[in-house]
């Protein structure tokens, strides 16, 4: 999809557990996101980056963190994963800063047992 | 809080038929109103938007309708066709401040378009 890549595509974990979802793009993209997408919710924004080491809380950022090192990509961690964050996670791109031009991701799913 | 209220949630409709999903939102300085398509195991997809200068914005099958006093928008899938068998989630986001490029989606309705 677009020069945007997630890994990996689905995962199970035990609840309690760390785990680290990635996001890798080939675009040189200044903003990413993360949004996680539940049935009834939509999608809801996680946390999102505006440069290297530029990130910022989104919607529903308790238990998650997120990290920037380089551009290309952005990293989303469960610090101890729960059953509430049983999950399909996407991630999104846009060279704009601004709502135009999102591409997203095809999305990790995510299974907390 | 949802912000943007979409329904319904599912939607059944026979080929050649019209679909019409529609959405309601809050925050009257959403700016940019999109509508996005996903098919299973992908990501959505922008599929058209609109800004509240336009009351309409047609392309091909597919139309957005806005009215900016009621606060709703619309989108109409002329002639729908079973390849038009996805999720459709509307979004809205605010043209400025520490807001802006952050997307606030409906919840997504469902649509199966029978042969």
């Known amino acids: 999809d677009a020069g945007i890549t997630q890994s990996p595509r689905h995962k199970v974990t035990e609840t309690g557990t760390p785990v680290t979802l990635r996001c890798h793009q080939t675009?040189?993209?200044?903003?990413m996101y993360w949004y996680r997408q539940d049935p009834g919710h939509g999608l809801r924004l996680i946390h999102y980056?505006?440069?290297?080491?530029?990130?910022d809380k989104g919607e529903v950022s308790d238990g998650y963190s997120v990290s920037r090192s380089k551009t290309e990509d952005f990293l989303l961690t469960l610090e101890s994963a729960t059953s509430s964050q049983t999950s399909v996670y996407f991630c999104?791109?846009?060279?704009?800063?601004?709502?135009?031009?999102?591409?997203f991701g095809s999305g990790t799913r995510l299974t907390v047992v | 809080q949802q912000q943007v209220k979409q329904s319904p949630q599912s939607l059944i409709v026979q080929k050649g038929g019209i679909s019409i999903i529609n959405c309601a939102y809050e925050?009257?300085?959403?700016?940019?109103f999109p509508w996005y398509q996903q098919f299973p195991g992908k990501g959505p997809a922008l599929l058209i938007a609109?800004?509240?200068?336009?009351s309409e914005k047609k392309e091909g099958r597919f139309t957005i309708s806005f009215n900016k006093s009621a606060k709703q928008f619309s989108l109409h899938i002329m002639d729908s066709q079973p390849g038009d068998s996805a999720t459709y989630f509307c979004?809205?986001?605010?043209?400025?401040?520490?807001?802006?490029?952050?997307?606030?989606f409906g919840q997504g309705t469902i649509l199966t378009v029978h042969p």
């Open positions: 925050n009257t300085a959403f700016d940019y």
């Open positions: 609109i800004r509240p200068d336009v």
């Open positions: 999104a791109i846009t060279g704009t800063g601004g709502p135009y031009g999102y591409t």
């Open positions: 675009e040189n993209h200044r903003y």
């Open positions: 980056s505006y440069g290297v080491k530029d990130t």
């Open positions: 979004a809205a986001s605010p043209a400025g401040g520490t807001s802006y490029g952050k997307l606030t």
